[in-house]
C-alpha cells in the first residue's frame, strides 16, 4: 500500500540552527501538507502546497518556515533559527484532491530543539 | 472565533459496547468533516469522511452523522473492541479554504476487556 515516508524519524537540534525536515509524498498525490504537533497538543496545520506554490497557510507558518519540492518527488520543510518552542512532532501529509478525499499522514519527525 | 470541540477528553467503556463521540464546532461552515484516528507516537489515520449533505455515512463497524443545524458530528464504534483504543480526531475543511484541514483536540477512547 502507499505510503507517505518522512526522515528523519528523529531530529535534535541546537537552538538557533536551521532544520530541514524532508517528506516522500505518495506519487500520484497532488496536494502536499505540513502540520506539527506539540506533545500533548492538537494537530495544527501549517501549510498546504499544490502546483509548485503555497495554497494556504496558516498564523504559525511565519518567515522562519518554507517549504519546497525540489525534484518531484521530495516535499522538504525548512525551519530557520529553530527556537526551544518548535520542538513538536512534525507531519508531512498528501492527498489526491482538497474535495471529498482524505489526506495520508506521514509517521512525523519528533523535533527536540535543544 | 472558530472553535473545533470534541467534548470529552477521554472516554472509557467497556468492550462489547457502543462508543460515541462528539465533535462540535463554531462559526465554521465546514464543506466535509473527516474522522481520523492517532496512536501514541503516530501519525493520524483517515477513518471516515461526510460531505455536508449527508447525514450519515457507515463503514464496518464505524458510523459517522452530521448535523449541520446542531453544528455537530457523532462517530459511532459499534460491538468495540480493546484494539479499538486511541486517539480519535474530528476534522473539518471548507470550501473556501479546501485545502487546510483544521482538527480538534482528540477524544482518548479506551475500552477495557
Known amino acids: 500500500e502507499p505510503e507517505v515516508t518522512q526522515t528523519p524519524s528523529h531530529q535534535v537540534t541546537q537552538m538557533g540552527q536551521e532544520v530541514i525536515l524532508r517528506c516522500v509524498p505518495i506519487s500520484n498525490h497532488l496536494y502536499f501538507y505540513w502540520y506539527r504537533q506539540i506533545l500533548g497538543q492538537k494537530v495544527e496545520f501549517l501549510v498546504s502546497f499544490y502546483n509548485n506554490e503555497i495554497s494556504e497557510k496558516s498564523e504559525i507558518f511565519d518567515d522562519q518556515f518554507s517549504v519546497e519540492r525540489p525534484d518531484g518527488s521530495n516535499f522538504t520543510l525548512k525551519i530557520r533559527s529553530t527556537k526551544l518552542e518548535d520542538s513538536a512532532m512534525y507531519f508531512c501529509?498528501?492527498?489526491?484532491?482538497?474535495?471529498?478525499?482524505?489526506?495520508?499522514f506521514g509517521q512525523g519527525t519528533r523535533l527536540t530543539v535543544v | 472565533s472558530q472553535k473545533i470541540e470534541q467534548n470529552s477528553e477521554a472516554l472509557n467503556i467497556q468492550e462489547g459496547k457502543t462508543a460515541t463521540l462528539t465533535c462540535n464546532y463554531t462559526n465554521y461552515s465546514p464543506a466535509y468533516l473527516q474522522w481520523y484516528r492517532q496512536d501514541p507516537g503516530r501519525g493520524p489515520v483517515f477513518l471516515l469522511l461526510i460531505r455536508e449533505n449527508e447525514k450519515e455515512k457507515r463503514k464496518e463497524r464505524l458510523k459517522v452523522t452530521f448535523d449541520t443545524t446542531l453544528k455537530q458530528s457523532l462517530f459511532h464504534i459499534t460491538a468495540s473492541q480493546p484494539a479499538d483504543s486511541a486517539t480519535y480526531l474530528c476534522?473539518?475543511?471548507?470550501?473556501?479554504?479546501?485545502?487546510?484541514?483544521?482538527f480538534g483536540s482528540g477524544t482518548r477512547l479506551s475500552i477495557r476487556p
Open positions: 501529509a498528501s492527498s489526491m484532491g482538497t474535495r471529498n478525499t482524505e489526506a495520508f
Open positions: 476534522a473539518l475543511s471548507t470550501y473556501s479554504s479546501a485545502s487546510k484541514i483544521i
